[in-house]
């Protein structure tokens, strides 16, 4: 196969649309995890969140296998892969009898969203460099963040009109889509004589490098932490909204804004970073999430965990913006010293923060006792986590 042509606007949309999947994969879900975990017999009312979880913990196995393979075997193959185990996964939910091959479907459905969404952006990288490839990640960026925005509320009509299963028939149609689309229209971006051979070896060798540098494992471990706060939320949103403040209806409505929230902090952290630095940045937005929880933590106690509905946004917006500025510069600062086995260090940055987040945030989740006190506290807990790690790091690097 020839080399992609120059970025078109229907590739970047093809990208965009691959990489998006594990958003709506997750963000639409939300408002039917209630009912989906209720009719299947879930035996606890905080297990609708594994339904959520269980995905995390395929992306996460997948984002470390993707990329290699995609590197050896070309990057149509290695998505082709993904989208039929995103495929199979989907359809094992669609006719779940029983909760638990809804959460194996689940674990499918994350190992294969993986694929589309790392090697997608190694064909941008494939056909540009530079201010090229930043053009079209800004335009690829630009949708996924709409994403979170719209799906919850996708998801909400869905239910309207008719069974949580047809969400998952939506999925189904999703895979389809981009599979089709992927064999007709791209061509191969990665031709065999730039391809790799398979070295488990070299994987290796990049996986000590990366564990023993302190900066590159300080800031993926800081970026699990504010990740896990993520999942947790992710996880309790729908019983907090929900149920806890009567607030199905509008549940979507809030779920777009607090990803509104992220969505300001990324274009104003773009504006920003050239003139302040990144460690800045995120020093500011690390200490105001730190600050913002633990004040509110102490709001819920003195309510009894039940504080305003209004506190309760305002505080989410915040800390939402507050974390909008510290995923990319996290990401970003845990990559600065890797830059020689960027491809490897990627992956396994990304597999490992992801198994912190996963890790935290479903545990911190589960605790939930019909009160947003354990939301906040495990804000305020991972916060002064990824603090602690932060500090000794550039103390390190100082």
């Known amino acids: 196969m020839t080399v992609a042509r120059p970025a078109t606007a229907e590739f970047i949309v093809l990208v965009a649309m691959l990489s998006a999947m594990v958003a709506m994969s997750i963000d639409a879900m939300l408002p039917a995890i209630g009912q989906i975990a209720s009719e299947l017999g879930a035996h606890d009312p905080n297990d609708r969140q594994l339904i959520i979880t269980m995905f995390f913990g395929g992306l996460t196995v997948g984002t470390l296998i993707y990329g290699p393979i995609s590197d050896s075997t070309g990057r149509k193959p290695a998505i082709f892969a993904g989208l039929v185990l995103y495929a199979a996964g989907s359809f094992m939910c669609l006719f779940a009898t029983n909760f638990t091959v809804m959460l194996v479907g689940r674990i499918l459905q994350g ?37 979170p925005i719209l799906a919850p509320a996708i998801g909400q009509v869905v239910l309207l009109v008719a069974s949580w299963r047809m969400i998952f028939a939506g999925f189904l149609g999703m895979a389809l889509i981009a599979a089709v689309w992927l064999a007709l229209r791209q061509s191969e971006t990665l031709p065999k004589e730039r391809r790799s051979r398979l070295a488990p070896a070299q994987l290796l060798q990049a996986a000590k490098e990366f564990l023993r540098h302190p900066l590159a494992m300080c800031y993926t471990l800081a970026v699990g932490a504010i990740f896990g706060a993520f999942i947790c939320y992710l996880g309790t949103s729908q019983q907090i909204f929900a149920e806890q403040y009567g607030q199905a209806e509008l549940f979507a409505l809030w779920f777009g804004l607090f990803a509104v929230a992220i969505a300001i902090a990324m274009v104003l952290n773009g504006k920003l970073v050239m003139r302040y630095g990144m460690r800045n940045l995120s020093k500011w937005a690390l200490r105001a999430s730190i600050i913002l929880s633990v004040v509110f933590l102490a709001v819920a106690l003195v309510s009894y965990g039940h504080p305003p509905l209004w506190t309760l946004g305002l505080y989410l917006f915040c800390n939402f913006f507050c974390s909008g500025i510290l995923f990319g510069n996290y990401n970003a600062l845990a990559m600065e010293p890797m830059g020689h086995i960027a491809g490897m260090a990627a992956a396994i940055s990304g597999s490992l923060s992801s198994l912190v987040a996963l890790g935290t945030g479903t545990w911190i989740g589960l605790q939930y006792d019909g009160t947003v006190i354990p939301l906040a506290a495990g804000f305020a807990g991972l916060g002064i986590a990824a603090f602690v790690l932060t500090e000794w790091a550039e103390r390190r690097r100082a």
């Open 111 to 147: 190992f294969g969203a993986a694929g589309p969404r790392v090697v997608s952006i190694a064909m941008v990288r494939d056909g540009s460099s530079g201010a090229a490839m930043a053009k079209v990640m800004s335009f690829v960026m630009a949708v996924f963040m709409l994403v």
